[in-house]
Every structure is written in structure tokens, then in C-alpha cells.
């Protein structure tokens, strides 16, 4: 079982589409083991974006990420990087496939809804970033067996 990131951004809080982003997630089947509200500083914005910090449009990033807390989330499932992924669609809204939260509820390429983990290894990466230890969850949920045949998970 992968684990993977997603940050719910304030774009989707102002919005009031943080239940309708869960729940997408939830009813797909992936394992919500992790949650929760926090505001970034700008030395985590920083690291996390540090692939963007020379860009001109970095600003840009980090006043948009800075409007309301975020949501953290941590979700577990079979392929959950690539799953969560394909769900939340292209990072331009207007590009993004309808059906995927970027596509059904995105205009924008920074107003996007969600950011994503892009592989297993920036997951774990990222997890460590967003949360302590103590703050992600193993449980054994009774649903897999309905989600998953029994040789994949």
C-alpha cells in the first residue's frame, strides 16, 4: 500500500469544497490516515515549493497558499500516488479532464484546488514534511476486503 499527500488549498477552503474534495477521495476507496488544518509559514512554503523559489511567479504561489490554512491530508491505498493523481486531474483547471476535481471545480492553474504528491518517493518526502509521526495512523479499515481482491493489498 502506497502513501500519498494531498493539500487542500484555500482556494478549494474559501469555496467551501474541502467535503466535496474528501469525499471524492473517501468514496474511492482510499484510506484517509492522516488530517489536518494547518497555516504554512514561509519558510515551509519555501522548502516545499523550493523547486519554484527562483521563479517570478513564486510570489504568486506563496500569497495564494497564505489566503487560509490548508487542509493536510494523508491517504493509503494500492497505487494511491497514482490514483490521487489521475483523480485530481492536469494542474490547469481549464485543461483538466471533467470528472476530476480540477476539471469539475478549477479555473485557474495556481487556484487549483489540490496539491499532490507527483511520485511514491516525494510522498514520503512530503508526508514527513506536513506531519509528525504521531499524526499519521494505522488502522486496518473493514471496507478492503470490498475495495481491493484479496492478493492486492
Not at 504554512?40 to 519555501?46: A, F
Not at 483538466?96 to 471545480?105: C, E
Not at 484546488?113 to 499519521?136: M, Q, W
Amino acid at each position: 500500500m502506497q502513501k500519498t499527500l494531498v493539500l487542500i488549498k484555500p482556494s478549494a477552503i474559501q469555496r467551501s469544497l474541502v467535503g466535496e474534495v474528501v469525499s471524492r477521495f473517501e468514496k474511492k476507496g482510499l484510506q484517509i490516515i492522516g488530517f489536518k488544518m494547518m497555516t504554512l509559514s514561509d519558510d515551509l512554503l519555501k522548502t516545499h515549493y523550493a523547486h519554484l523559489v527562483e521563479k517570478p511567479f513564486f510570489k504568486r504561489i506563496k500569497d495564494s497558499m497564505q489566503v487560509t490554512p490548508v487542509f493536510a491530508m494523508a491517504l493509503k491505498g494500492v497505487d494511491a500516488v497514482e490514483v490521487v493523481r489521475k483523480m485530481s486531474g492536469t494542474t490547469n483547471g481549464r485543461n483538466a479532464a471533467p470528472g476530476t476535481i480540477r476539471g469539475d471545480l478549477s479555473m485557474s492553474v495556481q487556484e487549483n484546488i489540490v496539491h499532490t504528491s507527483d511520485s511514491p518517493e516525494n510522498a514520503a518526502i512530503e508526508l514527513d514534511r506536513f506531519f509528525n509521526k504521531d499524526e499519521i495512523f494505522e488502522y486496518e479499515p473493514l471496507i478492503f476486503p470490498h475495495l481491493y481482491a484479496n492478493d492486492e493489498f
